[in-house]
């Protein structure tokens, strides 16, 4: 039985999808039944109370979460976030709810061990409630008390070989794709760069002193799988700088229907014979291919890189094999001024392990003390830019302007030059000028 | 202007602003001591590490509060 009545909330259960509310309730009745007899360090009963709360908001229309709070475990600035209710004394299970985010592992791969492991502590120690992922992509774990919190950092850190992850005004958790791992289009070793930039970035992921929460994703190739270039203040996506490979003979194979389109993907349902033209010439948005007498030709001068033709043919066309990375920044979720996608800073980087990735954390630390020092509170560097212009952001990286950054030729005719941008500066000899000019 | 000297200042600073304000973004101490950031977040560092000064987050923003100023230590029934 039920410990609150939950009216509201069981109408949830009835859409056709499935329902949070229901994973909750089961977990309520598990920690009830506790059959593997685990000594609970938090309330039994914090699911139940976790429940009562939401349907108390749902009734009065405002939340009974306060904003915030002074938790953490020592020395770090963030991976926790303090979740207090207002009102303790209804849902004492619920009156600390601290969330705790834990890094995840470089392209999400686990081994079961590990996530039972997790699952064991946090049900130990926490509510045993997750989200598996948040946004950032990281692991958040639901619900504890501020006793758990360092007893649980220990466990992570000494036990699990695992971090905590970052929150507030932070380098967030790096976040990347399974890239050469499992993917033969991934233009870089996307978890070593995850990984080394992690590494190196340790104060500024566990010590906030950024104007407001700064993201990195790694992609890569530009089909984006972790959404770097939409979601990360600062995307690195895969691209290369040689040629489209071409396999003429599996082009053939595609033509003649001996090979299935796109991984055989949408087998489905049956779409006809496949039609190079229709199907991949005509998609390519700056028509640079062509097909004709049975050989494929690509202008790659003109390839913007959508990896359409790649994901259709993916037996008859890969990337180059000079890998390397674009560099997008300021894109960011719509709080302010709508949503706003990257753009483009640094259009190729070599993506060198034994420099130690130095050409990368050239362009990454002049932003972060341009951002520091221009940018407003709870300013991300999306808004800076826009604020202060992409002529600001160039200067700050000392990167010259070039073709890459333009979207569209200009709709505004004004150009402001600085005095050291014009040959000879503002001043001019005015006896020559009225020589060639009466007055 | 040595660790000690940069330390008191802010600890006065805030002091004398306690009734009204208890939460402080880090630009605000970065202006305190009249450094750059990256300058800055070394003596702030150093501040928490000694327990003089505490984070407080919100979960998206970071700020910085003396330790056991504000109404949110007695509140949330903190030690300190």
Known sequence: MAKNKTPLLDQLESGPWPSFVSDMKQQAEARAKNENNVEYQIPVDVVDDLLGVLELSYVDGETHWKHGGIVGVFGYGGGVIGRYCDQPEMFPGVAHFHTMRVAQPGGKFYKTDYLRQLCDLWDFRGSGLTNMHGSTGDIILLGTTTPQLEEIFFELTHKMDQDLGGSGSNLRTPADCIGQARCEWACYDTQDLCYQLTIDYQDELHRPAFPYKFKFKFDGCPNCCVASIARADMAFVGTWKDDIRIDQDAVKAYVEGDVKPNGNAHAGRDWGPFDIAKEVLDLCPTECMRYENGKLEINNRECVRCMHCINVMPRALRPGVHGGLSILVGAKAPILDGAQMGSLLIPFVEVNKESGYEEIKNVIEPIWDWWMEEGKNRERLGELMKRKGFQALLEAVGVDAMPQHVSEPRHNPYIFWKEEEVPGGFEMDINAFRKRHLR | ?80
Do not use: C, N
């Open chain 2, 1 to 80: 202007m040595e660790y000690e000297e940069q330390k008191q200042l802010i600890v006065d600073t805030l002091k004398k602003k306690e009734k009204t304000k208890s939460k402080w973004y880090f630009s605000d101490l970065a202006k305190i001591l009249d450094l750059k950031p990256r300058e800055a977040k070394k003596i702030v560092t150093k501040m928490v590490e000694e327990e003089v000064l505490v984070f407080w987050s919100s979960g998206s923003t970071s700020m910085y509060g003396l330790k056991g100023a504000g109404k949110q230590s007695a509140a949330e029934h903190e030690e300190g």
